[in-house]
């Protein structure tokens, strides 16, 4: 197994659901995590409870969007705690609606958030890791980025997006540079990922789904994360499709 503790992890999308949960489950393994979000007052909540728990959180105000934001919040990452080992690339925004809504702001920010702010911390990252040799990069997809569903239509392309360039990230940096790159893909998880839907229709859509199932808690993902994280060093494991047990689809 690899022994993760002391390791430094950059956690974006850490102010709720499945960023927030990874973030308690790593730090509860003894790594030092770099909790990345806009909204601070709730990263300074978990840095409450991670500090609590016996484990060291550094609050980032990070906006992924932003390239300068996502340099800064890393460098004050790596001048903390003096290195960069794990990225885990959680931040996303799914606001559904059909295609023939021409809700365009809202595919835009799918595209800024899910897919160029994930490249954004991955090339802010990645120096540091080639510099030491070594790292993990996690990328959260979805089951959206293996299969396409109706009202989903941009949220699956920009999740496919992300599953591709994982793979391909992979087979770039595993060999050359030694880091290991993971893809997790998640069915359903019981977060505030819907409440920001602002289609009538497929909020109600999705409320009903959680009342038909058990979903996942943020803390699976997060003990997912981990599984990939302590594997042997000789070992990547390249993808990870986690779902509810009653999730029928
Ligand atoms: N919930 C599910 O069923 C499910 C299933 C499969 C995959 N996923 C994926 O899991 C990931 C986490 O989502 P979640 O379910 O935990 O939802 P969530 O509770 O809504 O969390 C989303 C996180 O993304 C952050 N975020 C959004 N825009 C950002 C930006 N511009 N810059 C920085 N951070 C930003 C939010 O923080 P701030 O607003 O504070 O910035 C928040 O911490 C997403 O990539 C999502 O697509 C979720």
Redesign the pocket.
């Known amino acids: 197994m690899t022994n993760i503790k002391g390791k430094v992890a950059l956690i974006?999308?850490?102010?709720?659901?499945?960023?927030?949960?990874a973030a308690l489950k790593l730090a509860a393994a003894g790594v030092k995590v770099g909790i990345?979000?806009?909204?601070v007052d709730?990263?300074g909540a978990l840095k409450a409870e991670v500090t609590k728990g016996g484990g060291e959180a550094l609050v980032l105000e990070?906006?992924?969007?932003d390239p300068a934001s996502v340099a800064a919040g890393v460098k004050k990452l790596a001048g903390a705690y003096g290195s960069v080992d794990i990225l885990c690339n959680?931040?996303?925004?799914?606001p559904l609606s059909d295609v023939d809504q021409l809700q365009t702001s809202e595919w835009h920010q799918m595209v800024?958030?899910?897919v160029k702010?994930l490249l954004n911390t991955t090339a802010a990252v990645l120096p540091h890791m080639i510099e030491q040799h070594s790292g993990h990069i996690c990328n959260?997809?979805?089951?959206?980025g293996r299969k396409v569903f109706k009202g989903l239509s941009v949220?699956c392309a920009t999740?496919h997006a992300v599953a591709a360039f994982s793979d391909g990230l992979r087979m770039e940096v595993g060999q050359k540079h030694n880091i290991r790159v993971t893809c997790i893909?998640?069915?359903?998880?019981?977060?505030?990922?819907?409440?920001?839907i602002t289609d009538a229709g497929y909020r109600q859509q999705m409320e009903d789904l959680a009342q038909q199932m058990k979903?996942?808690e943020?803390s699976d993902?997060g003990d997912t994360l981990l599984f990939a994280l302590q594997a042997p060093a000789h070992v990547n494991v390249a993808e990870l499709f986690v779902l509810p047990t009653e999730q029928g689809w």
């Open positions: 974006t999308g850490a102010s709720s659901g499945i960023g927030a949960a990345a979000a806009r909204r709730r990263l990070m906006d992924v969007v959680n931040a996303g925004v799914m800024d958030v899910n702010g959260v997809s979805s089951i959206a949220y999740k893909q998640p069915g359903a998880v019981r977060t505030e990922l819907y409440a920001h979903f996942l943020g993902i």
